[in-house]
């Protein structure tokens, strides 16, 4: 008998044209987003509007870096807003996220985390941590 679970997976990576760890990844950072009032709708809208080809469906690694601006964008709102240091939250904002998906040593740590590992934070958590980070490089 099949598994409905794995059968979907595979599904999920034939249209996204890619492979369990990228469908993993996506995960871990659309469930980071969750946890900042960030949805699929609201990632799938924007994406929309920057889109050339709307016809052309987004491949795995669009996602994955559009959801992190997303994540990034959002915190530097939090860090001008909660912390007043529009410096930070500008870095945020310009942070190089190709730099962090392949180089994790060089990067925000809270965007390398599982979902396991993010579920005991919370949004103010998640904010602090960054600016924590970014202030130190």
Do not use: Q
């Not at 709708?41 to 491949?59: A, S």
């Not at 240091?85 to 942070?95: K, M, T």
């Not at 040593?105 to 602090?128: A, Q, T």
């Amino acid at each position: 008998m099949i598994d409905r679970e794995s059968l979907r997976t595979d599904l999920l990576m034939a249209i996204l044209k890619c492979g369990y760890k990228d469908l993993e990844r996506l995960e871990d950072l659309l469930y980071l987003a969750s946890k900042l009032g960030i949805d699929l709708d609201n990632i799938m809208e924007h994406l929309e509007e920057v889109n050339n080809y709307p016809e052309l469906y987004p491949g795995v690694n669009t996602l994955i870096y559009f959801t992190m601006r997303l994540i990034l964008n959002e915190i530097a709102d939090d860090i001008e807003t909660e912390y007043g240091d529009p410096e930070v939250a500008e870095r945020v904002r310009d942070f190089p996220i190709y730099a962090n998906y392949m180089d994790s040593w060089f990067g925000i740590n809270v965007l390398d985390r599982s979902v396991e590992e993010l579920e005991s934070l919370d949004r103010r958590d998640i904010v602090r941590e960054v600016y924590e980070e970014v202030r130190r490089i």
